[in-house]
């Protein structure tokens, strides 16, 4: 099974210093990993996703991640917070599960996620 | 349409309720999906529709009932249910893997705030 872990469950960052979010993943062949956030009571919003090419993947809202092989990790990054940025964010891998009834079917892994507090 | 939409977004019921969530989509996404989340927990996969037919039931109990009536759109029957099933249920689709932009990112709604009495 693919899996990502989060280790932190929450990072303190004071508002317009660089912040990062770290994930690392487990998985057989090549990787599709994704960062979502989540706002209080609200749904995930996709940020950015590494399918293949440029380590270095740009997103959403001035975010961006590194994809590093060698140490199996997809961390999120921010050159700069916002107090707006506080929410909870989730790493994601692309997996293949068993079927019912012929076919393939896939769906998203979640990390445990990390609560990211901006403080002014 | 980029939305995916669900309704209600608040539902109490009894545990001897019969009721219904609703997802629906107009992207033309292939594949849909029910995720149940407690809070500050991570999604877990509860059903994935592929092309309108179930792929994929994690184990989830018979309380819980899925429906594809079409491509668009998405229901999550609930009977009989207990209070520990009080969640966020969220519904989430994508692009069939082989249309532009299908690589497996999932489209989420803002959810099913779901309380059992």
């Known amino acids: 099974a693919q899996s990502v872990a989060q280790p932190e469950d929450q990072v303190n960052v004071a508002e317009g210093n660089p912040l990062t979010v770290k994930c690392t993943y487990s998985v057989s062949g090549n990787p599709y990993l994704f960062w979502y956030v989540q706002y209080p009571n609200r749904g995930l919003q996709f940020l950015l996703k590494y399918i293949t090419g440029d380590n270095l993947v740009k997103g959403s809202y001035g975010f961006e991640a590194e994809f590093n092989k060698s140490q199996t990790s997809f961390h999120l990054k921010k050159p700069s917070a916002l107090v707006s940025d506080s929410a909870l964010y989730f790493c994601?891998?692309?997996?293949?599960?068993?079927?019912?009834?012929?076919?393939?079917?896939?769906?998203?892994?979640f990390g445990k996620g990390t609560h990211l507090i901006i403080q002014p | 349409d980029t939305e995916v939409t669900q309704t209600p977004k608040h539902l109490v019921m009894g545990m001897t309720n019969k009721k219904s969530l609703k997802c629906e989509q107009h992207?033309?996404?292939?594949?849909m999906y029910w995720y149940k989340q407690k809070a500050k927990k991570p999604p877990e996969l509860m059903f994935v529709y592929s092309y309108e037919k179930l792929s994929i039931n994690e184990s989830v109990p018979s309380r819980f009932s899925p429906e594809c009536p079409n491509s668009s759109l998405l229901n999550l029957h609930l009977h009989a249910l207990q209070p520990e099933d009080s969640a966020l249920y969220l519904c989430?689709?994508?692009?069939?893997?082989?249309?532009?932009?299908?690589?497996?990112?999932?489209?989420f709604g803002e959810g099913s705030r779901l309380t059992v009495l």
């Open positions: 992207m033309g996404h292939r594949a």
């Open positions: 994601a891998v692309r997996e293949y599960w068993g079927v019912l009834s012929g076919g393939g079917a896939d769906g998203l892994t």
């Open positions: 989430a689709s994508r692009p069939g893997l082989a249309d532009p932009g299908g690589t497996g990112e999932l489209f």
